[in-house]
């Protein structure tokens, strides 16, 4: 079987312009280590892997990975006034493999997790080119736990999903199985050549001037930080994780369905309402995250596409949830139909992003996880893969560049793992956990009653 592969030789001389999406991480770029380009910000994704994994099948199925996927191998140069990308030659990734012997089959599950945990407190140079790694922890001959690590410059949440699709079906063809070749792929530089190629199309102009008139006088919700950003405490990102029953996952679909919106809509609505609560506010403004893959060509791209896009929703004299939801709908068609990448529309509306620096205040994005390509109990040549969706609460994991993300992933079983990621500089862990708590409460309330009074604005329950 042969890889379909979009590219040519790669130059490292070859200075290719940054994507919109990099150039707006750069922002939060103190240089070194810290920030978006440092060590530690990463993505780290899991798989229970059922059947017998030859190691070196793998090692090879890693580097026809590489090899196919550009974005891998690519380095961020941050020289001043210089910003741009360079494409390397292939290298052959780090594959570690771990015997996790004599732990019970009850028990795998969550040592899986605890392995996920312990792999993302650790650092990765984003200068060690590929910029991808993988280590497989082996209980037995035929159950495993396969986690892929990745910079978070050269991937986002999609592309894992790719990643691991593609090297399942690289390894059942190297393992001598009848696979089919994947589809051609498209390299990241295409993407951005393409997205740079439209900047000064009518249509984007057309989308500059809805952003203005849309987020004039608007300002991001600050949420109040525990803790100063001028008083310099060490900056590290701690996540704490929920789970919501599927009884939450199925109310919130069911809703959607009737309200002709999506289960982000409805949570989106739910999570509007609770700022309005909170802070007695009406017109908020809030950000989330597109994927950038809206061009079917590049669904199948490793790279990071991802970008932030500010939903901004007026509540005033919404008497219920179904009135929030109305008004979020109108919200998120208008926005994704006007979607530019977050840097452009700053540069139309910079004022927004005082609420990124403020001295007490901190921005907290929301998003719902609904990927195309999740893999669950899914057989490629002998091999079976699960993804692993959870995690337990930790104090130290894979950064995020400022402020807080507050993430909800619909699982397969029909239950949504919850987290609020947050800087420790910023906020402490009681303050995240009722916040949660707050949170998880006014969405439960919310979903058995769509049609009720929503509580008084700036009453918390």
Sequence with gaps: MSAPVRTRPADPAEEIPLSFSQEFLCLFDKG????????????VCGWRVRGNIAVDVLQRALDALVVRHEALRTKVIRDAGNRHQRVFPPASPELRVRELPGVAPHDRQRRSEELLIELETAAYSADELPLIRAVLGRFDDDDAVLALI???????????KVAIRDLAVLYAALAGHDQTAPAEVHQYREYVAWDRGRAGSPAMERSRAYWRSKLSGARLVPTRTDIARSAGAPKATAAHRFVLGADTTAAALALARSTRSSAFIVMLSAYLAFLRQSTGATDITVTTFTSGRNQERFQGTIGPFIDQLPLRTDLAGCRTLLDVIARARRTCFEAYSHALPFGQILQEVPEIAATFEGDRTAVLSFQVFQFPLVMEREVVGDLEYSEIHRRLSQPVTTEIPDGG?????IEPSGEIAGSLWYNTNLFVADTVRDMVSEFCATLGELLAAPDAPLRKEGTPS
Excluded: C, K, Q
């Design 150 to 160: 990745a910079h978070h410059s050269a991937v986002d949440e999609w592309s894992m």
């Design 32 to 43: 070194g280590e810290d920030g978006p380009f440092g060590a530690r910000y990463n993505i």
């Design 405 to 409: 993300l507050w993430t909800l992933d």
